[in-house]
């Protein structure tokens, strides 16, 4: 079980548009719908953004915004802003009752 | 309101077993969730350490899975992680969270393990 790779980091402007990939392989991102995102600050816990590939929990944003292709799964930002620098995670149903996150995207906002 | 809150030592001595506590308010451990432990390693990312249904039914990480005991105690509505033969490398903030359906809903703040002697 390896963990899903993502940039180590992106970047953009306030007001643009972002993109975090999440690569898995057939075993997992592509095998399932079960993908969620998770924002974190500094020091503090993860926070559910995404799940269900594309769904969004009450509160979150519709600025926030998931989809997927083949064995990669995508979280976009749209309209930037300051307090969406963070790192972001993606998670994955893995087969065989587990579970796999990815390595963190850490996403700076210029 | 859910709220989770983790417990537990934060030093533990090589080769030891490291042992915590998930506090769960809000909702009763006996619903049809999964509860579950991550952990992330100082400026690391995070990794799936297993989970627990109410039925004491348990799922782990393999690559953890020799090391892992997890269970659950309805009369105080909380579940626990055991992890045996610890080294360095099990240096970490560790969460318990909610599983409900595909996604980790509810998280606890973290309490970080350091493996030292």
């Known amino acids: 079980q390896s963990a899903l790779t993502q940039p180590a980091s992106v970047s953009g402007s306030p007001g643009q548009s972002i993109t975090i990939s999440c690569t898995g392989t057939?075993?997992?991102?592509?095998?399932?719908?079960?993908v969620s995102w998770y924002q974190q600050h500094p020091g503090k816990a993860p926070k559910l953004m995404i799940y269900?590939?594309?769904k969004r929990p009450s509160g979150v944003s519709n600025r926030f915004s998931g989809s997927k292709s083949g064995n990669t799964a995508s979280l976009t930002i749209s309209g930037l802003q300051a307090e969406d620098e963070a790192d972001y995670y993606c998670c994955s149903y893995a087969g065989f009752s587990t579970w796999v996150f990815g390595g963190g995207t850490k996403l700076t906002v210029l | 309101q859910v709220h989770l809150q983790e417990s537990g030592p934060g030093l533990v001595k090589p080769s030891g077993t490291l042992s915590l506590t998930c506090a769960v308010s809000?909702?009763?451990?006996?619903?049809?969730?999964?509860w579950t432990w991550v952990r992330q390693p100082p400026g690391k990312g995070l990794e799936w350490i297993g989970e627990v249904y109410q039925s004491g039914n348990a799922n782990y990480n393999p690559s953890l899975r020799s090391r892992v005991t997890m269970s659950v105690d309805k009369s105080k509505n909380q579940f626990s992680l055991k992890m045996t033969s610890v080294t360095a490398a099990d240096t970490a903030v560790y969460y318990c969270a909610r599983r409900g359906g595909g996604a980790y809903d509810y998280w606890g703040q973290g309490t970080l393990v350091t493996v030292s002697s």
């Open positions: 809000g909702v009763s451990i006996s619903s049809s969730n999964w």
């Open positions: 057939s075993s997992d991102v592509g095998s399932y719908n079960l």
């Open positions: 269900e590939l594309y």
